[in-house]
């Protein structure tokens, strides 16, 4: 296949992702945040929008359904949101615009269908270009944050969060979890299919961790080094790695509320000591980074 072709998939099977998951809940963060997969995360985000200054020209790469674009608008900058996922941004701009009735946002938004990796935009005119859970979507995440850079007014900053490659040590400490705590399978099916795929089964969970195959870009842009990648094209200001066990634990719990959020917060202190002691890394990592 062509890229032009992969490209096509990869807009397809994002539109009805979206539409399918945005069916029992709205893309507004202000409701995503009670789920344990976004509240996990929450405190990075509000990092981000206490950064965020009014009139800011802001950039996303990869928006999506628009929850984060919203929120962003909410805080008063004006946002250009970009995704190849026609069916998104459809959700997105329906959801903006019914929003708007109900309540004043101060910042504006502007959705676009495009392909982030071939877009031309206006040189030195953003002061944020935020990318979440996007850049190991780009075939070249280098040749991508350079672009950035040229967007970016002098100054302007960049938010990267996105997910690390998944050793066999974070792939075993998952899959224990996952036995332990409550998710949508029984414990009894559980067992059954531990028992079917025995020595694999820490292969198959790292596959299923990461996502494979899920569309055709999916991982393309994994880098065994994302610092020295974001290093490389920008100023780096700020760099953590965590989450080895909890991003995916709460991507599959099915408990009531407090018991989801007590149960990560049980898991957090074996996190940090397994990563402390090199057992297992983070999966997730967040970047500051500048022009």
């Known amino acids: 296949m062509s890229y032009d072709e992969h490209l096509q998939q990869e807009a397809k099977i994002w539109s009805q992702n979206a539409e399918v998951y945005f069916q029992s809940v709205p893309p507004d963060f202000r409701v995503l945040c009670h789920l344990f997969d976004y509240w996990l995360f929450l405190p990075w985000y509000k990092r981000l929008f206490d950064a965020l200054k009014p009139s800011d020209e802001v950039l996303e790469l990869g928006c999506g359904a628009g929850w984060l674009s919203l929120e962003m608008a ?11 996922a026609e ?4 959700i997105a701009q329906a959801y903006y615009e019914k929003i708007r009735v109900q309540e004043t946002i ?3 938004i502007r959705y676009r269908v495009a392909d982030v990796n071939h877009v031309d935009l206006v040189p030195d005119h953003y002061d944020w270009v935020v990318i979440a859970g996007m ?7 280098h040749q991508l944050l350079v672009n950035c850079k040229h ?3 002098p100054g302007g900053r960049v938010f990267i969060f996105d997910p690390l490659d ?18 949508n399978l029984s414990y009894g099916e559980k067992i059954r299919h531990l028992l079917r795929v025995r020595g694999k089964s820490v292969q198959r969970m790292g ?7 899920e569309s055709p870009f999916e991982g393309v842009g994994r880098t065994k080094s994302p610092r020295d990648t974001i290093a490389s094209a920008l100023k780096l200001d700020y760099y953590t790695e965590g989450y080895g066990i909890t991003s995916f634990l709460a991507r599959e719990l099915r408990a009531s509320y407090w018991l989801g959020r007590a149960i990560l917060l049980a898991v957090r202190p074996m996190e940090w000591t397994l990563r402390q002691l090199r057992i297992i890394r983070g999966l997730r990592y967040i970047a500051f980074a500048s022009r």
Do not use: F, Y
């Open 74 to 84: 909410r805080c008063g900058v004006r946002v250009d949101a970009i995704d190849i």
């Open 87 to 90: 069916g998104a941004i459809s």
């Open 106 to 108: 101060t910042g504006q």
């Open 135 to 141: 850049l190991h979507h780009a075939p070249d995440p």
């Open 151 to 153: 967007w970016l007014k």
């Open 166 to 183: 998944t050793t066999k040590m974070n792939s075993l400490a998952v899959g224990a979890m996952l036995m332990l705590s409550p998710t």
């Open 207 to 213: 596959t299923v961790i990461e996502g494979q195959g």
